[in-house]
């Protein structure tokens, strides 16, 4: 009798192991786009559409849902996850960004690392959600890779400040809007079409401003390096206190080396970043100050995060207009019109 009551319980305590391994396997199905684990579901169905409108786009930084809400127009519903003067770089996921992805029908972020430490998560949406990383369709050539080291052995991401590379990006936005959404290709590409013209305007804007400052003035120095596309663009020497990511640390000895710089070459103006800390330009102004050189902050300027929602500079036109704008003004160029590029497309 005992040895059959022992078979009884040997066979229940079997069948309550093989319930509960039935059902974690299915939790883990549930759960892996989350866990790392790859999704049972085929990327086919995330290939076209198929839901209500407007389509939930879930978008890192404002750069890019700023390009997806000009050309999705009624048709998406953009929800952003870094705001303004958010650094990109240090953005930790919050359990509110988790929710936006999960319920998004598409995720679009930049790439090359800008979002470092939602890397992970962004990286195991693409199994289970249309995923698209704007930055890094645009052609190798185009890449700034000099300094690569300091961002994982990814380029420099922070493409946007050259609006001839961003108008790229836009086209490439445009185009996944199209492949996703082919019911309204028609409304994407006109929306589109008008965008692209006015950043063409815009680029041709700033390389006038920049071109009317004298060329021993050509130097931009900022909090870190996020420049150096916008350098290249518009013909002028960048020069910042920390790396491509704001996780580096601005060493003594570099600000030594600028304080050299502006004393050297008589530098008078300096810029500070809206998603950066002051305290490194505070350190460059105190050093100079005892070389007995003064040099002062000639501006604020939008380097990973836009200006508040709502406002002109809280758009990417409106940023790269702020920018361009107050560089060359500051560094000499008596030609910008007081109203910037904006004032420049009034008839």
């Avoid at 093989?18 to 684990?37: E, F, H, K, N, T």
């Avoid at 082919?182 to 008008?194: E, F, I, L």
């Avoid at 002028?236 to 704001?246: F, H, L």
């Avoid at 304080?259 to 330009?281: A, G, I, M, W, Y």
Wanted: charged letters at 20%.
């Amino acid at each position: 009798m005992f040895r059959k009551l022992a078979g009884r319980i040997q066979l229940n305590t079997y069948g309550l192991f093989a319930r509960l391994a039935v059902g974690l396997a299915c939790c883990i199905c549930l759960l892996a786009p989350w866990s790392g684990c790859k999704s049972a579901k085929p990327t086919e169905l995330y290939t076209h559409y198929v839901g209500t409108y407007p389509i939930k786009a879930t978008v890192t930084v404002g750069m890019v849902a700023d390009i997806v809400r000009a050309i999705g127009g009624k048709h998406v519903e953009v929800t952003q996850l870094v705001g303004a003067g958010i650094d990109p770089h240090l953005h930790k996921p919050s359990r509110d960004d988790v929710l936006a992805i999960r319920s998004a029908d598409i995720v679009l972020y930049n790439g090359f690392m800008l979002e470092g430490k939602m890397g992970d998560l962004l990286g195991r949406t693409a199994t289970s959600r249309r995923t698209h990383a704007a930055a890094e369709y645009l052609p190798a050539a185009e890449l700034d890779e000099s300094h690569s080291e300091g961002m994982h052995g990814e380029p420099d991401p922070h493409v946007w400040m050259n609006v001839a590379l961003w108008r790229l990006v836009a086209k490439g936005i445009s185009a996944e809007l199209v492949a996703y959404d082919p019911t309204h290709a028609d409304d994407y590409h006109a929306a589109h079409q008008r965008l692209d013209q006015e950043l063409e305007a815009l680029h041709q804007y700033g390389i006038r401003v920049m071109q009317g400052v004298p060329p021993e003035q050509r130097l931009l120095v900022t909090s870190h390096d996020a420049f150096r596309y916008f350098g290249r663009a518009y013909g002028i020497e960048v020069q910042a206190i920390q790396g491509m990511s704001t996780e580096s640390e601005a060493g003594l000895s570099r600000i030594n080396e600028l304080v050299d710089l502006l004393v050297t070459r008589k530098v008078n103006s300096v810029f500070v970043e809206s998603s950066v800390p002051e305290d490194s330009v505070q350190a460059l102004l105190r050093g100079a100050e005892s070389r007995g050189h003064t040099v002062q902050i000639a501006g604020k300027l939008y380097s990973d995060a836009m200006g508040n929602a709502g406002t002109y500079e809280g758009t990417y036109i409106g940023m790269m207009d702020h920018n361009l704008s107050t560089i060359a003004r500051a560094l000499g160029c008596t030609e910008v019109p007081e109203g910037g590029f904006r004032e420049s497309r009034q008839p």
